[in-house]
C-alpha cells in the first residue's frame, strides 16, 4: 500500500488505488490499470492550467493534449508532488475499455441465459430480417460445419426466379448457398448466389440478432440468439438509387410468415427501416398490415422507433378561435425538394397560407378536392388537401415544394394556420426522415414527441428505441411517442429500448464495426423475443409464448434508468431489454 495523502484533486479511484495494497489490485479488475508494477509508475490523465514546466520536472514523461489536458507517465513515489504542484487541477487514472458487443449483452441481461439451467441459443426459432441483404460468407453465419444457416434469401432486386407467388427478385434456397460456399468470393460463386449487402446495414442487424460471434477473438461479438435459423429478404427498390419502399416491406413480411409456416418455426421478423409520412396513430395501410398478419402465426415483430428524435423534423400545436399562428421552416441552400405534412382532425375547420422567404403570401388556400398549385420566386407549391379515410377521422394536407429549376428558395417559410370552426383544434406536422433533407432544413421550433417512425406505431410491434449502453443515458436520435395519451393518439410507444450507440457487429466482408442506430437496438430485442420463443414454444413451458404475450413479458423485465419519474415514458416506454428478468420463473 502506498503512503499516500487523499487528495481532492485526484478522482476516488486513484485515491483508493494508491491507497489499496498491491493484492487488492491485482485482484480487481480496474485498480491495477495504468500501473506498471516493474518501473512502479503510473500512467495517468491530469487537467493542468497555466503551463507544463513544473509537471515535466517531476514526471517521467508527459504528452500534451488539446485544451489543457496531458498524458502523464509517473513514478508512484512522485504523484504526490504531482497532486501539490498549483498547475494541476485534476488528475484520474485510466480506465480499462471494454468491447461494446460485451457491454450490451452483459446490460441486456443475456449472458446468464447462455447458461444453465436455460442454456438458450435461439434453436427452433427462425429470425427474419428484411433489410439491405446479407453477407451470407460471414463465419457468423455458418455452422460449425462450415454450411449456411440462412433457411431462404429472397433477393427483391435480382430478377429470374421469385418465390412462389411473388413476381419480384429471385429467391435462394440452403442448397443453392450451401453450393456457392464451397467456392471463394469470386465469379463461381456469384454465378450460384450473386446476392450481395451493398450497404452492410442488413449484415450488421443480422449480426446482432443471431450471429454466432465466429471471426472474432472468443466469439466475444456473439448476437443473442446464436443457433437460430436465419431468413433473410434484401428489399428491392421502387427505382433506380432509390429506397426500398413499403411495397417491398409488406411482401417480404408476407413472405417470412410464409415460410414460417412452411416450416412450422415460430418466427421473428426483424424491421429496421420506417418514413415519416402518415399520422403516426397506427392507421396508416402499412401499420394495419403488420397488425393483421400478426395474428396468422406464431410470430413477433420488432420494429425501431427511428432515428427523428433530434431530427427537428416535427412540430404540433393547439389552435384557438380568432387566433392565427405561423409555423417557421427553414429551407437550406441546394434543397432540391421538401414535403411537409399537416394533419388535423376532420371536424376541425382550418385555412392555410404559405408565406416566402421574401415575405409573398399564398392563401388563404380553401380546402376543396384535387391539387392546387402556386409559383413563389423559384418554387412552385403543390398543395393537396386529403379527405378522411377508412381507417382513420384525420385530415391531412400536403405540401409538395418543388424547385422551377433546380432547387428551392432557401430562407425561412412560414406556415400560416387560420382557424374557423374548432373542436379539437388539434394539428401535426411532419417533413421527410432527416436522411433525405440537407442539414438544417428543418422546424425552427420543432417538438421532439411524435417523432417515432412508421410503420414502429403499429399497435402489435414491439417498437424498440435505443439508449446508450455505456452512460445508461436515452439516445436522443432515437423516436419518441407522445407524452399523454391523447385524443389524436392513444399508442403507448415506444414498448422498450435496447443498445443502440456504437454497437460492434458483423460486416461485409467478414470482419466487425461498431454501428449506431435504432436500427441496432431492433435485433436486440429481436435475438430476445427468439430466446424467450424458444423457452416457451420450443422446449415447451409456455407453448403460447408469441405475438403480445412475448411483448408483455418483454415490458414487465425492462430495467428502469434513473431520472425518470413516469414509467412508461415516450423516451424509453417500459424500460430496457433485459432478457433475464422477461423469463417467467
Not at 357 to 381: H, M
Not at 442 to 459: D, G, K, V
Request: charged share 20%.
Amino acid at each position: 500500500m502506498a503512503d499516500f495523502f487523499i487528495s481532492q484533486k485526484a478522482e476516488n479511484l486513484l485515491n483508493l488505488a494508491l491507497d489499496s495494497t498491491n493484492e487488492e489490485r491485482e485482484k480487481s479488475i480496474e485498480l491495477n490499470v495504468g500501473y506498471d508494477s516493474e518501473e512502479k509508475e503510473w500512467d495517468l490523465i491530469v487537467k493542468f492550467s497555466d503551463g507544463l514546466g513544473a509537471i515535466q520536472a517531476v514526471a517521467t514523461s508527459v504528452t500534451e493534449l488539446l485544451n489543457e489536458y496531458a498524458i502523464v507517465t509517473i513514478k508512484e513515489s512522485k504523484i504526490e508532488e504531482l497532486v501539490k504542484l498549483p498547475q494541476t487541477e485534476y488528475i484520474e487514472k485510466p480506465k480499462q475499455l471494454f468491447f461494446q458487443e460485451d457491454s450490451s449483452r452483459n446490460v441486456s441481461c443475456v449472458n446468464s441465459v447462455f447458461r444453465p439451467p436455460f442454456s438458450l441459443s435461439g434453436e427452433g426459432v427462425l429470425i427474419a430480417v428484411i433489410d439491405s441483404g446479407i453477407d451470407y460468407s460471414h463465419p457468423a453465419f455458418l455452422k460449425e460445419d462450415g454450411t449456411t444457416r440462412i433457411l431462404a434469401l429472397w433477393d427483391q432486386s435480382i430478377a429470374g426466379n421469385p418465390p412462389n407467388g411473388y413476381s419480384i427478385g429471385t429467391e435462394y434456397t440452403k442448397d443453392q448457398i450451401n453450393n456457392a460456399l464451397q467456392y471463394p468470393e469470386g465469379p463461381q460463386r456469384d454465378a450460384i448466389v450473386p446476392s450481395k449487402d451493398f450497404s452492410g446495414h442488413g449484415t450488421a442487424v443480422a449480426g446482432i440478432a443471431a450471429g454466432n460471434g465466429a471471426g472474432s477473438e472468443g466469439r466475444q461479438y456473439k448476437g443473442l440468439a446464436p443457433k437460430s435459423s436465419l431468413l433473410v429478404v434484401k428489399m428491392g427498390k421502387g427505382k433506380e438509387g432509390g429506397f426500398p419502399r413499403t411495397i417491398e416491406l409488406i411482401e417480404g413480411v408476407d413472405y417470412a410468415m410464409k415460410k414460417a409456416l412452411e416450416n412450422k418455426m415460430p418466427v421473428v421478423i426483424n424491421i429496421s427501416f420506417g418514413n415519416s409520412y402518415g399520422p403516426h396513430d397506427g392507421t396508416a395501410l402499412v401499420e394495419r398490415f403488420l397488425d393483421d398478419i400478426s395474428n396468422y402465426w406464431k410470430s413477433v415483430i420488432c420494429v425501431g422507433s427511428g432515428n427523428e428524435g433530434n431530427g427537428a423534423g416535427h412540430t404540433e400545436g393547439v389552435l384557438e378561435e380568432g387566433k392565427e399562428q405561423e409555423i417557421e421552416i427553414g429551407i437550406q441552400r441546394l434543397e432540391s425538394t421538401v414535403n411537409i405534412q399537416v394533419w388535423k382532425e376532420y371536424v376541425d375547420t382550418i385555412e392555410l397560407s404559405v408565406i416566402s422567404p421574401s415575405g409573398e403570401v399564398v392563401g388563404p388556400i380553401k380546402s376543396y378536392l384535387g391539387a392546387q398549385r402556386f409559383v413563389v420566386g423559384n418554387t412552385e407549391l403543390l398543395i393537396y388537401y386529403g379527405e378522411p379515410g377508412p381507417y382513420s377521422v384525420k385530415q391531412e394536407i400536403y405540401i409538395d415544394f418543388l424547385p422551377v429549376e433546380s432547387y428551392l428558395d432557401s430562407g425561412v417559410w412560414k406556415i400560416r394556420l387560420t382557424p374557423g370552426k374548432l373542436v379539437t383544434g388539434v394539428y401535426q406536422m411532419w417533413l421527410p426522415t432527416q436522411s433525405v433533407l440537407n442539414k438544417g432544413t428543418a422546424f425552427l421550433l420543432p417538438i421532439s414527441e411524435n417523432t417515432l417512425t412508421i410503420p414502429s406505431t403499429a399497435q402489435r410491434v414491439i417498437t424498440v428505441g435505443a439508449y446508450n449502453s455505456l452512460t445508461f443515458s436515452y439516445a436522443d436520435f432515437s423516436g419518441r411517442g407522445t407524452e399523454e395519451i391523447t385524443i389524436w393518439n392513444d399508442l403507448q410507444k415506444p414498448d422498450l429500448v435496447a443498445p443502440g450507440v456504437e454497437v460492434i457487429s458483423t460486416e461485409v466482408g467478414g470482419g466487425y464495426s461498431s454501428n449506431t442506430g435504432t436500427s441496432f437496438a431492433t435485433p436486440f430485442v429481436a435475438g430476445a423475443a427468439a430466446l424467450l420463443m424458444e423457452w416457451g414454444i420450443e422446449r415447451g413451458n409456455d407453448p403460447y409464448l408469441y405475438g403480445e404475450k412475448v411483448k408483455a413479458y418483454l415490458r414487465k423485465g425492462a430495467q428502469r434508468l434513473s431520472g425518470y419519474n413516469k414509467w412508461p415514458n415516450n423516451e424509453l416506454g417500459w424500460g430496457t431489454l433485459c432478457v433475464r428478468e422477461s423469463i417467467p420463473e
